[in-house]
């Protein structure tokens, strides 16, 4: 593929004015993954505002390599996710960097959503509704990868305060429509997405909405 010649865009810029080799609108409550390839940024788009995005990444050559939420907090020491922040694997490597981020924050200690939790969390007649550790093992299944390839993910637009007691609290999103991250993958990676059904708590506004998905290229000169 040929770059636009006029492109000169540097980390941090928004890729925008280019155009997106990839775009895609995950329907409300659905899985999604694709490979990233190093250089690559992916734009996560909140559609409708408020609507949480749970991600994990996996070195896209050897998925045993994996985002880990703990490496990466101690690395920044930081609680949340912003620009900035370099997304560390279990290994030690940096699998992506945020060089955008128009919302401010994003968790990295609630982890997913699942049907155990629910029944725990809301009353045992939330059993059977859709959750995101569904969406994540439909998708790894794709891969090869099973439930103990799960680990703990990225929330991106979930708002996830910690208390002065160390507690974490679940509360209104702070996104608006249209907010954005975006991420360059240092490394080949496979990232998968569960767009979260959740409706017990305030994490998607009660209403889970479709997100968007971008894809580009690296400017012609870093590749
Ligand atoms: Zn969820």
Redesign the pocket.
Same mark, same amino acid.
């Given at each position: 593929m040929s770059a636009p010649k006029a492109s000169a865009a540097s980390p941090g810029v928004s890729p925008a004015e280019k155009a997106a080799i990839y775009d895609y609108i995950i329907p409300a409550t659905a899985p999604w993954s694709r490979v990233i390839h190093r250089g690559q940024i992916l734009r996560i788009v909140d559609l409708e505002g408020q609507q &949480?995005v749970?991600t994990l990444f996996y070195n896209a050559h050897d998925y045993t390599e994996r985002y880990s939420a703990q490496d990466t907090l101690l690395a920044q020491e930081r609680a949340y996710i912003t620009t900035g922040s370099r997304l560390i694997s279990n290994e030690g490597n940096v699998m992506a960097t945020v060089t955008a981020d128009s919302a401010g924050y994003h968790d990295t200690s609630a982890g &997913? /959503?699942?049907c155990e939790a629910n029944t725990v969390r809301f009353g045992h007649h939330t059993r059977y509704m859709h &959750? /995101?550790?569904e =969406?994540f093992l439909l998708e790894l299944s794709r891969y090869g990868m099973t439930k103990r390839d799960i680990v703990s993910n990225i =929330?991106f637009f979930m708002n996830v305060p910690i208390r002065p007691d160390g507690e974490l609290a679940i509360v209104d999103g702070v996104s608006q429509p249209g907010d954005y991250v975006d991420m360059r993958a240092e490394m080949d990676v496979l990232c998968v997405i569960?767009n /979260?059904?959740?409706v017990n708590n305030p994490? =998607?506004g009660f209403r889970p909405t479709p997100v968007r998905v971008q894809i580009w290229d690296p400017p012609a000169s870093s590749k």
């Open positions: &949480a749970d &997913a /959503c699942s &959750a /995101c550790r =969406n =929330n569960s /979260c059904p959740q994490c =998607n």
